[in-house]
């Protein structure tokens, strides 16, 4: 199985649209650091609006906390359209080269043809966020230095500089559990075509048009919105609350859990039914 997952990353690193996102968030991340920079006192001044007559902000709350947080929160609705081009490629793309009946010439059942593509696509979005990880908060520390984190959600929360790298690394693994689950959705529609342009809108139309939905204010809506899995994408963002609600943050990546699980039973399924040889 290794071997089988080290082929398909392979795969996935010869095409240059695996180097797309990367290329995308390093300068997403760069445009974002230097606005920042060249507004950063105006930026803490909106941020604390309404409060600056009542109280006085001291120490350094312009640092790479901030900006690491700002980036993360700007960027990552924007991660699946990164995601989705190397997902829609994996089962899409041997059908286009024409290489599904050599592949299975050799003695490797579907099912372990399956479980090494979703394997390497999880392995090409942990890869992906630890760059996202790498160049948004790590060079934003390096860039900016340290410091308490301020956060503005409706109300203003500050913690303290001890308090804010455990919340980071948290929601970047919950992030991982997000993206996850866009690439298997991804992998599920390219196991069904033959050219990976569909898999691509197909994902990013499911995901707006869930967006869309749960923002519309039925209540028949509002009760499915739990079980979208759009609903549970963003909840990283929770371990930036005060206090952490950990039953929700739980709840979320079990519902996340049982999509990737069930997409990726679902594609099994359907790739070993699948007649590929006519």
Same mark, same amino acid.
């Given at each position: 199985? /290794?071997?089988?997952?080290?082929? $398909? =990353?392979?795969?996935?690193?010869?095409?240059?649209?695996?180097?797309?996102? *990367?290329?995308? /968030?390093?300068?997403?991340?760069?445009?974002?650091?230097?606005?920042?920079? /060249?507004?950063?006192?105006?930026?803490?001044?909106?941020?604390?609006?309404?409060?600056?007559?009542?109280? $006085?902000? !001291?120490?350094?709350?312009?640092?790479?906390?901030?900006?690491?947080?700002?980036? #993360?929160?700007?960027?990552?609705?924007?991660? %699946?359209?990164?995601?989705? =081009? !190397?997902?829609?490629?994996?089962?899409?793309?041997?059908?286009? @080269?024409?290489?599904?009946?050599?592949?299975?010439?050799?003695?490797?059942?579907?099912?372990?043809?399956?479980?090494?593509?979703?394997?390497?696509?999880?392995?090409?979005?942990?890869?992906?966020?630890?760059? #996202?990880?790498?160049?948004?908060?790590?060079?934003?520390?390096?860039? *900016?230095?340290?410091?308490?984190?301020? /956060?503005?959600?409706?109300?203003? #929360?500050?913690?303290?500089?001890?308090?804010?790298?455990?919340?980071?690394?948290?929601?970047? @693994?919950? @992030? +991982?559990?997000?993206?996850?689950? !866009?690439?298997?959705?991804?992998?599920?529609?390219?196991?069904? +075509?033959?050219?990976? +342009?569909? %898999?691509?809108?197909?994902?990013? @139309?499911?995901?707006?048009?869930?967006?869309?939905?749960?923002?519309?204010?039925?209540?028949? #809506?509002?009760?499915?919105?739990?079980?979208?899995?759009?609903?549970?994408? +963003?909840?990283?963002?929770?371990?930036?609350?005060?206090?952490?609600?950990?039953?929700?943050?739980?709840?979320?990546?079990?519902?996340?859990?049982?999509?990737?699980?069930?997409?990726?039973?679902?594609?099994?399924?359907?790739?070993?039914?699948?007649?590929?040889?006519?």
């Amino acid at each position: 199985m /290794i071997t089988l997952i080290s082929i $398909e =990353l392979q795969k996935i690193f010869r095409k240059w649209r695996s180097y797309i996102g *990367f290329i995308a /968030i390093g300068l997403m991340t760069a445009i974002v650091q230097f606005a920042l920079y /060249i507004s950063k006192d105006n930026y803490i001044k909106f941020a604390t609006r309404g409060l600056q007559d009542n109280f $006085e902000f !001291v120490g350094n709350l312009f640092n790479g906390y901030l900006v690491a947080y700002f980036i #993360l929160q700007a960027l990552f609705i924007h991660i %699946p359209f990164l995601i989705v =081009l !190397v997902g829609g490629d994996l089962f899409a793309g041997e059908a286009t @080269a024409g290489t599904y009946r050599m592949i299975l010439t050799r003695p490797i059942s579907r099912f372990k043809l399956v479980t090494a593509k979703f394997l390497a696509g999880f392995v090409y979005t942990n890869i992906l966020l630890l760059w #996202l990880m790498f160049v948004s908060f790590g060079a934003s520390v390096l860039l *900016f230095g340290t410091g308490e984190l301020i /956060i503005a959600r409706g109300n203003i #929360l500050i913690f303290a500089s001890n308090d804010v790298l455990w919340r980071f690394t948290a929601a970047y @693994a919950f @992030a +991982v559990l997000s993206m996850t689950t !866009v690439i298997s959705l991804s992998i599920f529609f390219s196991s069904m +075509v033959e050219n990976a +342009v569909g %898999p691509i809108i197909a994902t990013m @139309a499911v995901i707006i048009v869930f967006l869309i939905i749960s923002a519309i204010p039925v209540d028949l #809506l509002i009760s499915l919105r739990p079980y979208f899995f759009t609903t549970h994408l +963003v909840q990283w963002n929770e371990f930036f609350g005060d206090p952490v609600d950990a039953k929700e943050i739980v709840n979320s990546g079990l519902i996340l859990f049982a999509h990737i699980a069930g997409l990726y039973l679902l594609t099994a399924y359907l790739f070993i039914k699948k007649d590929i040889m006519s």
